[in-house]
């Protein structure tokens, strides 16, 4: 599709997956390069927590307090809110997605183990996902360990739980909705929000990296994750502003 014309030429190291569900049709750019995650890693922390939940290794109601050693720089809330609150790890899951809660993530890190996503993400055949450390743990980072995702494996991800194929229907709906409730939409839905178009999508940034991931609810739904690291942040941002929006009005030429 020419569309992609300008992410496969776009400077950087960029990640590009797309797939129209229930077809054949995929168009992919760097597929399984391993990228710095940034906030992208939060969907395969979510995934593993639910599939714990299901099987009764977890109770979405157990309580944390949220202690001040706990509070991570934004984004999120719970940096801001009293010493002492109490939140269930149903909340934090949502947090860390709705509002790429950072604190929230962590806990569920500590909780979760690393390992032990990693093993859940391999167990489920999902490639390419590398949850190594906490965020924020700039002692690992200087070392140059990074958590690491790739276009093609939070693109399969993506494509089974918009299928329920995932953990079951039930789950992978729910985990749905919670990405339905994204609040930072300046990427992927930027011009689908306004034409009542939803995106179950997740985003990720840090310095000279800028991510979105998603299903894109259009008549013929799709799977598009963009992924970069080492790009002008700006200019690749209204590349998938634009991108999303060529697909989901029909504008791709073949």
Known sequence: MRCFDAVRAFPGN????YRALGGEEVETHNPDLPLVAASVIKIPIM???FRDIAAGRLDENEIFSIKHGDKMPSCGALTYMHDGL??????????????????ATNLLID?????????????????????RRRLFDMEL???????????????TLLERMATG???????DDRMIDILLNQRLNGKLPFFLHGKGIRCAHKTGEDDDITHDVGIIYTERPFVLCMLSNKVD???????MQDTARTLAFGECAP
Not at 141 to 155: C, D, F, K, L, M
Not at 165 to 171: F, Q, S, Y
Not at 233 to 239: G, I, T
Request: hydrophobic share 45%.
């Open 14 to 17: 960029v990640g590009l997956y």
């Open 47 to 49: 995934v593993t927590a």
């Open 86 to 103: 109490e939140v269930t790890l149903s909340d934090l899951i949502t947090l860390m997605i709705i509002l790429s809660d950072n604190t």
């Open 111 to 131: 909780r979760l183990t690393p390992d032990h996503v990693n093993r859940t993400m391999e167990a489920l055949g999902i490639p390419g996902i590398a949850l």
């Open 141 to 155: 980072y200087e070392r140059g360990i990074n958590n690491t995702v790739t276009a093609r494996g939070v693109g």
């Open 165 to 171: 194929t995932l953990l079951g229907k039930d789950v």
């Open 233 to 239: 942040v700006p200019a690749f941002e209204r590349l």
